[in-house]
């Protein structure tokens, strides 16, 4: 596993969900981070905390499907994974529209499990999933915390 010292963060206001406008937006960003050294296993990441009516819990589903599009059109392999607080990412992903917009694109939702005990500089150790330490490149697409435990 290579830690880089310099991670790139990009943001964007973007007014709504319409998914043609956001397929640019969400593509633009990640070719300016993303170099082109030819296919790698990315993770993506996004917020599946549960499936909730409220909308607020959870990464928007568009967002993550046009992720997953932009990085497949570049070549990468990908799978799309977290660790909810209730319930597993599979049923997140089912419940809240996310794997019906992943099932043509080909991308397996999985639950970040099976840790490794990783040995960390200072001498601790913790489980980090293998999922994430299989991955050349994980990919966050966080949602910003408006939900009732903030």
Do not use: W
Request: aromatic share 2%; hydrophobic share 40%; net charge positive.
């Amino acid at each position: 596993m290579t830690v880089s010292s310099s991670i790139p963060v990009r943001l964007r206001r973007v007014p709504g969900y319409d998914h043609s406008e956001l397929g640019i937006h969400v593509s633009e960003l990640l070719q300016a981070v993303l170099d082109r050294d030819g296919p790698r296993k990315i993770l993506v990441k996004p917020n599946l905390l549960k499936a909730g009516s409220d909308g607020l819990t959870c990464t928007h589903p568009l967002v993550t499907a046009e992720a997953c599009q932009t990085l497949l059109d570049m070549g990468h392999h990908v799978a799309v994974g977290d660790s909810p607080a209730f319930g597993t990412a599979r049923a997140v992903a089912r419940k809240t529209g996310l794997a019906d917009l992943l099932k043509p694109l080909g991308v397996d939702v999985v639950n970040l499990a099976r840790p490794i005990s990783t040995g960390l500089p200072f001498g601790h150790a913790v489980g980090i999933s293998r999922h994430a330490l299989e991955a050349d490149l994980i990919v966050n697409l966080p949602k910003p915390k408006v939900h009732c435990q903030m």
